[in-house]
């Protein structure tokens, strides 16, 4: 976009602010609503930019307000998909990132943006293009090491920032599906679930994120599984990590069944069905204590068990609790 020179005059610094926050709103009102007008959306953000850009960018609060203009520009492009949007998408990202970088972290507003920021520009060029694993491994590392700096941020927010950023990072390396890799996700869904668990009971967005950190260490998991020989002296300590971790995570899932919270079904049926077959497999005595007990509404509710998604796991596995009641 081309440059604009820069406002002097103070009364008109703070009328343009003001018409661009007025833009800024309007184009997240038309972002968020019934049938969203992205494109719409976008020209409110592109004209708070060039409004913003003219505002003095060595006072920080300026500073902030356009780099909050690229990000949105940045979210907007991605959405719209094609590659030539994505790639001014990359350039609003780093534009907004460059300005973050200058500012203080023991201001809380200015590192949690900049977090965000390096979230959001990685999540959006990996879930495009495979190859940009690295450079989104690089951009979550920074915004761990922000965090690590962070002062101005009260501590359990820090706490859950740090571990949704370890949980992405290990999302992306669990998806290389290589052994480096898988040990790298492991290490960072560990950090994950050491962050969260002991709010993960009390509050749904944290215990979302221990739910998916256990889902990739099954993943993890699944995969030494299938690579080990028969009579391999670690098989069994996998078999137990597996089963406690599946045991931990629905335990939680029906925790919040209980409290009406229906929004981790899909996880569950991946825990479900992953733990009736590492127990078919390993340790087949225990298949049908394991089934039985997550089909139990008395433990989570009955619009849980009834499910599609865990029917669906339940009739695969049917057969073993019939057989198991004959005997």
Known sequence: ????????????????????????KEGIRLWQESGANVEEALRCFEQALELRRRLPTAVAAYAYGLAACWLNRADALMHLGDA????????????????LRTLPLDDGRFS??????????????????????????????????????????EI???????????????????????????????DAAL??????TQREWEEASVAEAGLKARHVLCQTIARRLSSRAPGDATML??????????DEGLGLVRHWEQRGLTQFRLLASDL????????????????????????????????????????????????????????
């Open 1 to 24: 976009m081309t440059s604009t020179s820069e406002l002097l005059n103070p009364a008109e610094i703070a009328a343009a602010d003001a018409e661009a926050s007025m833009h800024m």
């Open 84 to 99: 030539a949007h994505r790639d001014l998408a990359r350039q609003a990202y780093d534009e907004a990132l460059a300005l």
């Open 112 to 153: 949690k943006r900049l977090v965000i920021a390096l979230q959001n520009r990685a999540l959006a060029l990996v879930a495009h293009d495979a190859s940009a694993a690295a450079d989104a491994t690089h951009a979550f590392t920074e915004a761990i090491a922000v965090l690590n700096e962070a002062s101005g941020l």
């Open 156 to 186: 359990h927010e820090r706490d859950y920032l740090s571990a949704v950023v370890w949980l992405n990072l290990a999302n992306v390396r669990v998806a290389e599906a290589t052994t480096a890799s898988d040990i790298a996700a492991r």
């Open 191 to 196: 950090r994950t679930i050491a962050l969260v």
């Open 237 to 246: 300590e996998d078999v137990h990590e597996a089963t406690d971790l599946v």
């Open 272 to 327: 479900f069905r992953f733990g009736a077959r590492v127990y078919g497999r390993y340790q087949p005595h225990f298949l049908s204590e394991f089934v039985r007990e997550n089909i139990d509404s008395r433990h989570s509710s009955r619009d849980y068990v009834e499910s599609s998604e865990i029917a669906g796991v339940t009739a695969e596995f049917a057969p073993f609790l019939y057989a198991s009641s004959a005997d």
